[in-house]
Nanobody, 114 residues
């Protein structure tokens, strides 16, 4: 069963904005730290942002001040608002739930190009 489903990826121009969403199974959403990771061609998967069940957030250095992670408890969804996008942000973005087990979505492609 698919328990994490990403959406919102696409093509955007440099300086533009994009909003990603991840729909999560309720039992996973309520019991795990949620996050976004990304992987560009030829690069290691890297942390983008995380948010705990209590709302505590962390961000990777490369996205601080530009990206914002949030959660909607009523919809069992986490979001990633991406502003001031750069070509270097081009990657597949993966939704993650981390707790006693680790869960991953299938990923959504974000391409920043003019």
């Amino acid at each position: 069963q698919v328990q994490l489903v990403e959406s919102g990826g696409g093509l955007v121009q440099p300086g533009g904005s994009l909003r990603l969403s991840c729909a999560v199974s309720g039992s996973i959403f309520s019991r795990n730290r949620m996050g976004w990771y990304r992987q560009a061609p030829g690069k290691q998967r890297e942390l983008v942002a995380t948010i705990t069940q209590y709302g505590t957030t962390t961000y990777g250095d490369s996205v601080k001040g530009r990206f914002t992670i949030s959660r909607d408890n009523a919809k069992n969804t986490i979001n990633l608002q991406m502003n001031s996008l750069k070509p270097e942000d081009t990657a597949v973005y993966y939704c993650n739930a981390n707790g006693i087990w680790d869960y991953w979505g299938q990923g959504t492609q974000v391409t920043v190009s003019s």
